[in-house]
């Protein structure tokens, strides 16, 4: 209890009237996963995240939106987690059904194990955004990595070092050296470690094997990713509650972009076939309303920065592609054009290595708005 009121969207947790609320859901058949636990876990995560402040526009900023719709898909499939696992206590290894009294008291001790996880998770995603801003940073910089073309190892801060890492202290490798790939400050769980960029003679010998927690996997300055896929709580079991978990997160994440989201009205663009892109939160909210997969929301929170290298437009007219004898492809057509909508320009994105198709509804009055965003096929 004490580790918690360090973190207050944690503390919440411990309160009474979260686990009755929680609780009372749970026994009376609640099904997906709980808005109040998800919620709070997302909050913290995200908090956590955005602790390594990040210039909008940078090159970290994009990588920071990354991280965020990364820790709010790790906090849905948590949420999910301690959700089935609050839903065993029904009964007890016998299959006999417990009194409402009991299974409140085994629900409560469930939650109280996975809010305690949630500090390591906590401390873990900061470490793990400060090391994806000094990546960036580090390789930000062509005169500077001329002058520090490595970097060095530091030892960790913590009074109980782990052997894991303490083989790295020291260590001196240029910046392009594949093992920075697997092996950072801050992927091992409540690690303390640093590093710096250095001019200093770099090792050639044997290089000691990989070092990181499972589900910390990959650079989060390359990955954008506090928590890899090889994370426990992602093992779920089932494609059908894959699915049901990925359309929850949709669900839960689609109002905390567009809260995020910065309105501009009319924005100017060389490269739209308009040159006019109206930036406001209706256009927006239709873009993730077409989101269909975790992808194409992290996809949908950095495009609005990044307009400028849409490319290669092709016009398709309202209606072109559509049955004009199905009543429903008729009445979509139909209030579109009462919104002003007479056609779709479709660009190609290119963003690190995938390939996207951007569609943009065309106004008639002469301007262009967000619409969809998806995966070259």
């Not at 000094?134 to 801060?157: A, E, G, I, T």
């Not at 260590?171 to 092996?183: A, Y």
């Not at 079991?237 to 989201?261: C, M, Q, S, T, V």
């Not at 406001?280 to 975790?294: I, Q, V």
């Amino acid at each position: 209890m004490r580790s918690l009121r360090t973190f207050p969207v944690l503390y919440n947790l411990t309160r009474k009237e979260f686990y009755d609320r929680v609780l009372e859901a749970l026994k009376n058949g609640y099904t997906g996963i709980h808005p109040d636990i998800y919620n709070t876990y997302a909050d913290n995560l995200r908090k956590a995240v955005t602790s390594v402040p990040a210039k909008e526009g940078s090159s970290y900023y994009d990588v920071q939106q990354q991280m965020k719709a990364n820790v709010s898909r790790f906090a849905a499939y948590k949420a999910w987690q301690a959700t089935r696992k609050i839903e065993q206590q029904r009964a007890d290894k016998n299959g006999v059904e417990r009194s409402e009294v009991e299974f409140k008291r085994y629900g409560k001790i469930v939650l109280n194990a996975y809010n305690r996880y949630q500090v390591a998770e906590y401390n873990t995603s900061i470490a793990r955004a400060r090391t994806a801003k000094q990546w960036v940073d580090f390789n930000s910089d062509d005169v500077k990595n001329k002058l520090y073309p490595s970097l060095k190892w530091l030892p960790s801060r913590s009074a109980d070092l782990r052997e894991a890492h303490k083989k790295f202290y020291g260590l001196v490798l240029p910046k392009n050296h594949p093992f920075w790939l697997k092996n950072q400050p801050g992927n091992l769980w409540n690690c303390k470690c640093d590093w710096e960029e250095t001019d200093a003679t770099v090792f050639t010998g044997d290089l000691p094997p990989d070092a990181y927690s499972p589900g910390l996997e990959g650079n989060p300055g390359q990955t954008g990713e506090v928590f890899s896929e090889d994370a426990s709580y992602f093992q779920v079991r089932g494609e059908k509650n894959k699915a049901a978990i990925e359309r929850e997160y949709i669900k839960f994440e689609r109002p905390r972009l567009l809260k995020d989201y910065s309105p501009k009205e009319h924005v100017k663009y060389s490269n739209l076939s308009t040159g006019d892109l109206l930036e406001n939160e209706k256009p927006y909210d239709r873009l993730l309303s077409h989101c269909g997969d975790s992808d194409q929301i992290v996809a949908s929170s950095i495009l609005p920065y990044h307009i400028k290298e849409l490319k290669n437009p092709i016009y398709s007219a309202l209606g072109a592609t559509k049955d004009m004898k199905n009543p429903k492809d008729v009445k979509n057509i139909v209030k579109k054009k009462r919104r002003g909508i007479v056609g779709y320009n479709i660009y190609e994105w290119n963003y690190k290595e995938t390939k996207y198709r951007v569609f943009l509804e065309v106004h008639k009055d002469g301007f262009e708005q967000l619409y969809a965003i998806y995966k070259f096929k």
